[in-house]
């Protein structure tokens, strides 16, 4: 079963816009980690939080974690046509060895 | 582009057969999770490998089974094939670090069962 839920589901937006995905999960968490996916290919890692942090940044990427909400999002600033593709967040609970992804976010920038 | 590479890139099986997808880590990594993934939706775990034995399991049947060798590559078996078996499968090498860590995954095998 997946852990978390991205939303939206698909997200459309011009070059040059902000792209914001959210994340549900159900249970405590060790970390929550963003990944981008390109075309089914293989899951680059993007950025990753740790359940005692609140928010995080990465180059254009800005990472916010709320564990009372057990919510997570993703921003995109500035965004690119390249930034076209499908984006996960996946959790991990305590020793777990197993991350659990959500269904993701598609997400399309308009050149 | 991360060090893990897969083989064979895409696979047709027909139902009831028996395939081996195979995985090499990157260089230095000693853990290897195996996902798979079905059109539309997130990986989804089915087991890892840590220095050649079975460290965890996902919600997957016994018929899915794997191996790591001392090279920490790895293999996925899936005996007696079915239609719902067709997806992507994805394998990630990662270094463990006190339960944090970051996952390398490789491009993928497309397995497509008829």
């Known amino acids: 079963s997946q852990q978390g839920e991205e939303d939206p589901q698909a997200l459309s937006i011009q070059e040059g816009e902000n792209a914001t995905m959210n994340c549900s999960y159900k249970?405590?968490?060790?970390?929550l980690q963003w990944y981008r996916q390109n075309s089914g290919r293989g899951l680059v890692h993007l950025i990753l939080?740790?359940?005692?942090?609140r928010e995080k940044h990465s180059g254009r990427l800005r990472v916010t974690l709320d564990t009372s909400k057990k919510s997570s999002s993703l921003l995109i600033t500035a965004s690119r046509a390249a930034d076209t593709a499908s984006y996960f967040c996946?959790?991990?609970?305590?020793?777990?060895?197993?991350?659990?992804f959500g269904a993701g976010t598609r997400l399309t920038v308009k050149p | 582009e991360t060090g893990v590479t897969q083989s064979p890139t895409h696979l047709i099986k027909t139902r009831g057969q028996q395939v081996t997808l195979r995985c090499s880590s990157q260089?230095?990594?000693?853990?290897v999770s195996w996902y798979q993934q079905a059109l539309g939706q997130g990986p989804q775990f089915i087991f890892q490998y840590y220095r050649e034995e079975e460290n965890g399991r996902g919600n997957f049947p016994p018929r899915f089974s794997g191996l790591q060798f001392p090279n920490y590559s790895s293999e996925l078996n899936v005996n007696a094939l079915e239609l719902d078996d067709s997806a992507l499968y994805l394998c990630?090498?990662?270094?463990?670090?006190?339960?944090?860590?970051?996952?390398?995954f490789g491009p993928g095998t497309r397995l497509t069962v008829t």
């Open positions: 996946a959790t991990r609970r305590g020793n777990n060895n197993d991350m659990r």
């Open positions: 939080i740790r359940s005692n942090e």
């Open positions: 260089s230095g990594h000693n853990t």
């Open positions: 249970t405590s968490i060790n970390n």
């Open positions: 990630a090498s990662s270094l463990p670090h006190g339960g944090s860590y970051e996952q390398y």
